[in-house]
């Protein structure tokens, strides 16, 4: 009992919070626990863009120049970065919830440092016998493994980092969190991605290699540096119990909490349209908007763009709106805008449609994490995220999987009137992707309305 009072004490010392007391907004970085976390992270994250994107580079331009099984070897690092999320993914948070969050994130980082390093060093000692066939495929199994293992980390590190956040972040400013967070994943998926190649070509694959490794050092030291709520005696006593218990009870909690189990199936139908889309969307660049292929890319920075617009204003207004509100209407918005995305024929136009469609999305990521962690007890944060992430991972490959596959067989051919409209293969699909979307922003909206989340937002906005 004594532990769990300082550590309640301590979570009002880290997140600056007292009793009773309400703020709706706060300095732009919250506080000084989440600027450090915010700054390491978003160092982290564009480092592993960069690293992620050289990667494919470097093996498609280097390593498997010329060969037949490129493709293969390249769809290889996806593959090894895939395997972790669905055989351990989901396990993952029953360790988190047992273990102290900013130790395993730090474990993590430490971990993730050493073996961005050792491809580093690798590479340094490959290169000095490049040519050899043997050599090659010794490299190549390194690089996988080493993918394999980041990415068995970053399992950890994702449920562990979404608990921290609720300790260090009060509850009001958790959404201003979110937004903060996803305005670094958008500028790093901006500029990582465009900054790979270039210093890949220009400078060599250590340099990216090192910008990695040197990215987990940075978000080593801001958590060395971060005040949390120690991890006490009485919650490591009641957290050791059967493996088998405390996911089966992570599991019961999920489906048994409707809004949780709602915030689920929005998420992996909004991941199952998105999927979707991402595998056609260059198809429907080429031949429905008759765009070149070179600039697609500039759909993709639309997007982005909108994405980090979407995620200012959803940190503003979403507290105000109210999560659940949030949650649906962006969902039922994010469908409306797909059907209108299926109908375009220019590209101009598909440009600032692009651009709206991101502020939906953001807003749809900004709301759920605070959402999660409100419903949440403590104890449980690090197993009911952990199922999230592969659950959506799943569907996002289905969508991709389903519209490749309606795409090359079953509507090939398609082209029918309805209306004075036109409907061809690609458009049919993105509408069909638009429609669930906008089902699952009506699921939503019945399965959480007058939800106690929301009725006690909406007493402590009032107060």
Known sequence: MEDKM???????SVTGKQPGSYKKRGPVLINRNFALLWSGQAVSILGDFVFNTTLVVWIAVELAKGQSWSPLAVSGVFLASSIPTFLFGPVAGVFVDRWDRRHTMMTADAIRAILSGLLLAVETIASAFRGGQLTLFWQLGIIYGVVF??????????????????????????PQAMGLGQVSVSLATLVGPALAPPL???????????????SF??????????????????????????????????????TKTPVLWALLATNMIAMLGGGALFALDIFFATRNLHTPAALYGLLETALGTGTIIGAILASIFVQRLGLVRTIWSSMLVLGVLVLVYARLTGFAPAVVVLFIIGVPLAALNVAAGPLLLKVTPREMIGRISSLFNPLSTVASIAGAGVAGYLASSVVQGLHIILFDLSFGPIDTIFSGAGLLIILGGIYALWQMRATPVEQKHSEKVAR
């Open 6 to 12: 300082q550590n309640i004490a301590e979570t009002e």
């Open 149 to 174: 293992l980041v990415n068995l980390c970053d399992q950890f590190f994702r449920p562990s980092m979404m608990a921290l956040i609720g300790d260090i972040v009060e509850e009001p400013l958790q």
């Open 200 to 214: 890949l070509l220009l400078c060599g694959v250590q340099w990216a290699l090192l910008i990695n490794a040197c």
């Open 217 to 254: 050092v940075v978000s080593l030291i801001t958590l060395l540096l971060i005040r949390s709520p120690r991890f006490s005696r009485s919650e490591k006593a009641e957290q050791t119990g059967s493996f088998v218990k405390d996911f089966m009870e992570g599991i019961r909690f999920l």
